[in-house]
């Protein structure tokens, strides 16, 4: 689940997002793991629910507690971050679990 983000460098100021700068994700069993092709770290619009998947390799860290990545190329909008894995200590799930994080967050 999902508790927290930070840009890198700083607070994230306003809930705004800066595309091609690093987003850090806090929580718990976040890491991206598991076969399924939904696993992974998506930021929702939330006008028209269109998801934009953020590449694999520009996830920069992947782990159980935290993950950064790279914010894609964003239209200026409102967005929701969705995480979906089947990670989970020990094992994996069979299948994914989506968790989204509840503060909107704008690209201008």
Not at 1 to 28: E, F, Q
Not at 52 to 67: A, G, H, K, Q
């Amino acid at each position: 689940m999902a508790k927290d983000m930070h840009t890198v460098k700083a607070r994230l100021y306003k809930n705004l997002l800066t595309p091609g700068c690093n987003l850090k994700i806090s929580g718990y069993k976040i890491r991206i793991d598991g076969s399924n092709a939904a696993n992974g770290i998506y930021f929702v619009n939330q006008a028209t629910s269109e998801r934009t998947r953020v590449d694999v390799s520009d996830i920069v860290t992947n782990n159980p507690s935290e993950l950064i990545v790279m914010i894609p190329d964003l239209s200026s909008r409102t967005y929701l971050l969705e995480v979906t894995t089947q990670y989970t200590p020990g094992t994996l799930l069979k299948e994914p679990r989506k968790t989204m994080f509840d503060k909107p967050l704008t690209v201008e």
